[in-house]
């Protein structure tokens, strides 16, 4: 159902808000003011349909999910609910009456970015899903003062400043001081007896208080509204009276500032673990208030737990949420009362947990000591759910103890949060079908071997009305045009799109529509003084920057390509632009070093004319959901080229190639599935496969072999030697051929180049045939079917969740 509002109405609506907000007319607000204003008449409007939503919630006592995610990277809102309201057209209209353009106020919203990247993408499209199929969903994260850092290039290097976004986010929150929660750390456990028996006594803890901020997201078209509840931390009333009468302000307020630092800033690690107190803190924090709000609500509804894990879905993205396990635990046993084994059974099956990622980098494990000294009574508890499960498979596979110690929470004074997930939960999925059967046979085979059952995958997908609808309005009034408007609802009838796959007309549209999605996209670079040629092939690489996704192989084949022209200028080439885009985790050295290594190549490139009228790189600041938006639309090659093996989906890939991009990648993640979708003769696959990756290895894999003994690789980590634009990259020349630990390139670069290279060049002779790049891209467009995240969530509500939509 659509909002049913007169744009006469909206007028009123404004209006009252200026004049209540600030005391002024319409005429009189600038574009801020007025940006601020449409947000809060939005969040009016979302409110009043939430709460229709949540009655007819509440009386059909279904059974609901929660999703707990340490990140969800919204990106900005007003456009979104708007479209999703179908509200677009009213609103502008209003605003042209007083000279606003609806278009220039979106530019005004700050994006949450409340995320790193992939996973927490990811959370937010599942969250439209949710709302638009009306599935009884809410999802709880943290809110962070400062989101992901943003971005800035000095001379090559990274820079670090603070994201600023509440300023002008904050009109999508609501405070509910009503619901806050308190949450406890550190302390003591005793156990006592009592005529109850054995009963466990915390004190000495420090307490703090979880505030709820509630951000509304609107489903499409449907009646549906999810609320996405952020926690801040704030602090319990424990002002220092007497510090502050003797003049210690500083220690009066002490207390004040350790609170509220557990949600000051997301930590900007992606796919890399760091064991920081503060980030533990956090997870704690984001568990214990949500369960305890869980819990409290279930109650208040059918006033007991005896059918919580019958009305209830609790879904853990990552293990970064493990604690909910202990603490959902915790509750059952010392205030309701539970039996262990009857908390335990209602534990394992409300809970769920999605894996991320197969590094082991990646993999979260925190010293014993370090979650005894901060959650005493939650260790207590991990300690109980190891024994009794060693016990169990002690008696299952009796001297099998390298097994044992291998599936246990606790070893070697570590608690591993996978295993505690894999244990605690009754499902683990993996995110596309490679990484799900890595997942079993090999990050988790021991677990798989023992209970199969609770292994499966759902493959990723992308809020297809965010990143197509909205993002490419061009290509969107074409599919309504060819296929009609059912695909917004079902994304599976984009495949109808293949109808027109001879339609040389349909091809010729697809293709000016790429090519002005590309005029924008350098117009909107002209404005922050980036000058790109949208007459080039736009060749994209935009991603978190990390090893094993290999900015660095890209980088190397087009040095490769650099020298071929410095060798020969008149080499015929199509105008390329190789596009990245990409945050460095700070701390990351060798991410850090690559791209300042993009930064010099494409200096250096500047400075030759002939160069640089062939092939240019440009390094696109400050990757945000914003500028994703951008950028998708306007991609024609889309590289996906990590290790095999190593990606475990990708989300980007699914967007660009939704948009008419043709993906060159590895047989990783989800590239294997839009190789089922498009097949060979509409993809350009290259390089090894992940049993490849795997033979390799075992073999004995020596960089510096392909560097002595192939040509164009020497010629190439030569030229790191030598540097770019004056600068020598030693370092990454080191990283490839000599290495740190005698294991040069880890991640295989120059064991997939040659391919690479060979399989571009076909890329480029492809591109000169327009119309088949035309169809091929069509091809895209419509296998990016399956990849609609509303196909996901259905996928999760059917087999994981249990949960059944509102009718
Ligand atoms: C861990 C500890 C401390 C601080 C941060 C982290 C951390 C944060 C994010 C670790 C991993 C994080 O994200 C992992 C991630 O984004 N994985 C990606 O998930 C996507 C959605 O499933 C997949 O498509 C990507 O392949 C996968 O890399």
Request: glycine share 6%.
């Given at each position: 159902m659509q909002s049913t509002l007169t744009s006469k109405q909206l007028g009123v609506l404004i209006k009252n808000k200026l004049s209540r907000h600030y005391g002024?007319?319409?005429?009189?607000?600038?574009?801020?003011?007025?940006?601020?204003?449409?947000?809060?008449?939005?969040?009016?409007?979302?409110?009043?349909?939430r709460t229709r939503y949540y009655q007819k919630l509440k009386d059909q006592e279904k059974?609901?999910?929660?999703?707990?995610?340490m990140e969800f990277l919204v990106g900005r809102s007003l456009k979104n609910n708007l479209y999703n309201l179908g509200l677009e057209k009213e609103f502008r209209e209003v605003l042209k009456e007083w000279n606003f353009d609806l278009e220039e106020l979106y530019e005004d919203e700050p994006d949450a970015g409340l995320g790193n990247g992939g996973l927490g993408r990811l959370a937010s499209c599942f969250m439209d899903s949710l709302a638009t199929m009306e599935y009884p969903a809410m999802g709880y994260s943290i809110c962070y003062e400062y989101g992901l850092?943003?971005?800035?290039?000095?001379?090559?290097?990274?820079?670090e400043l603070p994201d600023i976004w509440l300023p002008g986010g904050d009109v999508w929150l609501n405070q509910r001081n009503d619901l806050a929660f308190r949450v406890k750390f550190n302390g003591h456990v005793e156990e006592i007896w009592t005529n109850d028996g054995l009963k466990t006594n915390y004190t000495d803890y420090d307490e703090v208080e979880a505030v709820p901020y509630d951000m509304m997201i609107s489903g499409a078209n449907s009646e549906g509204v999810a609320i996405l509840r952020l926690w801040r931390a704030r602090d319990v009333d424990k002002f220092d009276m007497k510090s502050f009468a003797k003049g210690d302000y500083n220690r009066a307020m002490n207390e004040k500032m350790n609170a509220e630092l557990i949600c000051k800033v997301l930590y900007p690690s992606d796919n890399h673990f760091e064991g920081k107190t503060l980030r533990l803190r956090q997870q704690y924090f984001l568990v214990s208030a949500s369960i305890q709000n869980i819990i409290s609500d279930h109650l208040q509804q059918f006033g007991t737990l005896d059918n919580f894990s019958e009305k209830i879905a609790i879904h853990i993205n990552d293990t970064h949420p493990a604690l909910c396990i202990p603490e959902l635990m915790r509750i059952l046993l010392d205030d309701y009362h539970y039996s262990w084994e009857n908390a335990y059974n209602m534990v394992i099956s409300t809970v769920s947990y999605t894996n991320h990622t197969v590094l082991s980098e990646a993999l979260e494990t925190w010293p014993e000591e370090l979650i005894k000294q901060q959650f005493p009574r939650i260790y207590g508890i991990i300690q109980g759910m190891n024994e009794s499960y060693c016990q169990?498979?002690?008696n299952r596979y009796p001297g099998e103890w390298g097994k044992i110690e291998r599936m246990a929470i606790i070893s070697h004074g570590q608690i591993r949060m996978a295993n505690?997930?894999?244990?605690?939960?009754?499902?683990?999925?993996?995110?596309?079908?490679?990484?799900?059967?890595?997942?079993?046979?090999?990050?988790?085979?021991?677990?798989?071997?023992?209970?199969?059952?609770?292994?499966?995958?759902?493959?990723?997908?992308?809020?297809?009305?965010?990143w197509i609808c909205q993002a490419n309005p061009r290509l969107t009034r074409l599919l309504d045009d060819c296929i009609g408007e059912e695909y917004k609802k079902d994304g599976r009838k984009l495949a109808d799109f293949k109808r027109y796959s001879d339609n040389r007309s349909i091809l010729r549209q697809l293709r000016d529509i790429k090519l002005a999605n590309k005029i924008d996209f350098s117009n909107l670079m002209d404005q922050k003084g980036v000058s790109i040629d949208p007459h080039s092939i736009f060749d994209v690489q935009a991603k978190r920057l990390h090893e094993y996704k290999r900015q660095l192989l890209n980088v190397l084949k087009i040095i490769s390509l650099y020298l071929d022209l410095k060798d020969d200028p008149n080499l015929v080439m199509p105008p390329q632009t190789f596009l990245f885009a990409a945050k460095a985790a700070p701390g990351y050295y060798m991410a850090k070093e690559v791209i300042r290594l993009i930064w010099h190549l494409s200096a250096d490139?500047?400075?030759?004319?002939?160069?640089?009228?062939?092939?240019?790189?440009?390094?696109?600041?400050?990757?945000?959901?914003?500028?994703?938006?951008?950028?998708?639309?306007?991609?024609?090659?889309?590289?996906?080229?990590?290790?095999?093996?190593?990606?475990?989906?990708?989300?980007?890939?699914?967007?660009?190639?939704?948009?008419?991009?043709?993906?060159?990648?590895?047989?990783?993640?989800?590239?294997?599935?839009?190789?089922?979708?498009?097949?060979?003769?509409?993809?350009?696959i290259f390089g090894m496969s992940a049993e490849d990756v795997e033979r390799k290895w075992a073999e004995g894999y020596e960089a510096s072999s392909y560097y002595h003994n192939k040509e164009k690789i020497h010629r190439v980590v030569e030229s790191l030697r030598r540097g770019f634009n004056g600068e020598?990259?030693?370092?990454?020349?080191?990283?490839?051929?000599?290495?740190?630990?005698?294991v040069g390139d880890p991640y295989m670069c120059l064991a997939d180049f040659e391919d690479y290279l060979k399989v571009h060049q076909q890329l480029l002779d492809?591109?000169?045939?327009q119309h088949k790049w035309n169809q091929m891209s069509l091809f895209n467009i419509a296998g990016a079917e399956r990849f609609a995240a509303d196909r996901s969530i259905m996928d999760y509500a059917r087999n994981i969740w249990n949960i059944t939509p509102l009718h």
């Open positions: 002024i007319s319409a005429e009189e607000a600038d574009r801020k003011q007025m940006y601020k204003t449409c947000a809060r008449a939005v969040v009016e409007i979302l409110s009043d349909k059974k609901k999910v929660y999703y707990l995610c850092f943003k971005q800035k290039i000095v001379d090559g290097w990274q820079m169990e498979m002690w505690l997930c894999v244990i605690g939960s009754s499902s683990v999925n993996g995110v596309s079908k490679l990484h799900s059967d890595i997942l079993k046979s090999q990050v988790f085979s021991d677990f798989y071997q023992a209970s199969s059952e609770k292994f499966t995958n759902v493959t990723n997908g992308f809020a297809h009305r965010r490139i500047e400075k030759d004319p002939v160069l640089r009228e062939k092939i240019r790189v440009v390094f696109l600041e400050n990757y945000c959901v914003t500028m994703a938006e951008a950028l998708m639309p306007a991609a024609e090659i889309s590289e996906q080229i990590s290790l095999a093996g190593k990606e475990a989906s990708g989300t980007g890939n699914m967007k660009m190639m939704a948009n008419g991009a043709l993906t060159i990648g590895t047989m990783d993640g989800a590239n294997v599935e839009i190789f089922e979708a498009v097949g060979n003769e509409n993809m350009f020598s990259f030693d370092s990454i020349y080191r990283y490839l051929i000599v290495g740190d630990f005698g492809v591109y000169l045939d």
